[in-house]
C-alpha cells in the first residue's frame, strides 16, 4: 500500500499555496484568536467588580449613539462572534480547496483526539469525550466563580441599605434573583454560538456537529435552570411582601417590564420540560408499540 492517497478525481499534483495566502491565513488566525480570547476574558471578569466597571464605562461611551442601551449590550457580548464569523467565512474562503485536493498521509500510529477519546462511559451525561469533559469543568468553573463574585456583591450592596432584618432577607432574595438572571443571560451568550451542521466556525475549527450539539443541550439545560432560580426567588420575595399579584402582572413602559418576563419564563418552563428524555421516551412509545 502506498504511503500516501489520493482522491480518485485528481489528476495532477495540487500546487501549494501561495505565501501571501498564507501569510493572510496567519494573520486571520490571530486576529480571531485574539478576540476571542479577549470576549472569553471579559465574559469571566463580569461578574466581577472590575468587569462591571468596563461593562459601564462601555455603556457611558456608546449609549448616546445610534445603537443606544440596548445596542451597546448586544455589541460587547455578541458582536465579537460576528466578527469572528465574517473572519472566518474569509479565511475558509482562502483555504479554498486546499484541504480536498491535498496528499493525506495516511499516519502509522493511530491519533489521540480530545473528540474521540471517551472519559465517561457509563453516567447520567452518557458517553463523554475528553474535550466535552474539560468543557464541564471549565463551565462549572465558571458558574461557582460568577455565583462567589456575585454573592460578595450582594453582601457589599446590602450594606448600603438601612432597611429591617425582614426587609433585609427580602431585598436579598431579589438581589440574588437579579443575579441569577445575569448568570443565565451570560448562559445565553454561550448559547446562541451557531452550532449548525454548516456552522461556518464548525467547520473553522473541526468541531463535529454531534458534539456541538450535546454542548448547545447541555448549556440549554443549565441556562433554564439558573432562570428558573431567578424566577423563583422573585415570586418567594413578593409572596412574602403580600403584593405577588400586583407585582407579576406589571408592566411598565420605561423600566422593567415584569409581565413579558414571566411570560418568556413560563414558554421556557414548557419548552424545557418537553425537551427532556424522559417526555421524549413516553411521547415515542405510541411509535414502537
Known amino acids: ?69 440596548t445596542g451597546s449590550m448586544f455589541l460587547i457580548f455578541s458582536g465579537p462572534i460576528l466578527i469572528i464569523a465574517v473572519l472566518a467565512s474569509l479565511y475558509l474562503i482562502i483555504s479554498g480547496e486546499e484541504k480536498v485536493f491535498h496528499k493525506k498521509k495516511i499516519l502509522k500510529f493511530p491519533r489521540f483526539r480530545l473528540w474521540t477519546f471517551p472519559v465517561l462511559v457509563d453516567g447520567p451525561f452518557g458517553v463523554v469525550s475528553a474535550a466535552e469533559f474539560l468543557g464541564i469543568i471549565i463551565f462549572s468553573v465558571f458558574f461557582l466563580w460568577a455565583i462567589y463574585a456575585f454573592t460578595l456583591r450582594n453582601l457589599a450592596l446590602l450594606s448600603l441599605f438601612h432597611v429591617l432584618p425582614k426587609d433585609r432577607s ?102 424545557w420540560v418537553t425537551s427532556l428524555n424522559t417526555h421524549n421516551r413516553w411521547r415515542n412509545i405510541p411509535f414502537h408499540s
Open 1 to 69: 500500500m502506498d504511503e500516501y492517497e489520493t482522491p480518485l478525481l485528481s489528476h495532477k499534483e495540487s500546487s501549494p499555496p501561495s505565501s501571501s495566502s498564507t501569510v493572510l491565513k496567519w494573520i486571520l488566525k490571530v486576529v480571531m484568536s485574539v478576540i476571542f480570547v479577549a470576549w472569553v476574558v471579559f465574559l469571566l471578569m463580569y461578574p466581577g467588580k472590575l468587569g462591571d466597571g468596563l461593562l459601564t464605562k462601555w455603556r457611558a461611551a456608546t449609549s448616546n449613539t445610534l445603537f443606544g442601551i
Open 170 to 271: 427580602i431585598l436579598l432574595l431579589e438581589v440574588t434573583g437579579l443575579r441569577f438572571g445575569m448568570i443565565g443571560l451570560l448562559c445565553m451568550v454561550f448559547l446562541f454560538l451557531p452550532v449548525s451542521r454548516g456552522s461556518i466556525l464548525l467547520r473553522l475549527i473541526d468541531v463535529p456537529f454531534e458534539h456541538a450539539t450535546r454542548y448547545h443541550v447541555w448549556l440549554g439545560h443549565i441556562t433554564m435552570a439558573f432562570f428558573s432560580l431567578h424566577g423563583l426567588c422573585y415570586v418567594v420575595g413578593w409572596t412574602i411582601q403580600g403584593r405577588l399579584l400586583e407585582l407579576i402582572f406589571e408592566w411598565k413602559a420605561i423600566g422593567i417590564a415584569v409581565l413579558p418576563g414571566v411570560i418568556s419564563l413560563v414558554a421556557g418552563l414548557l419548552m
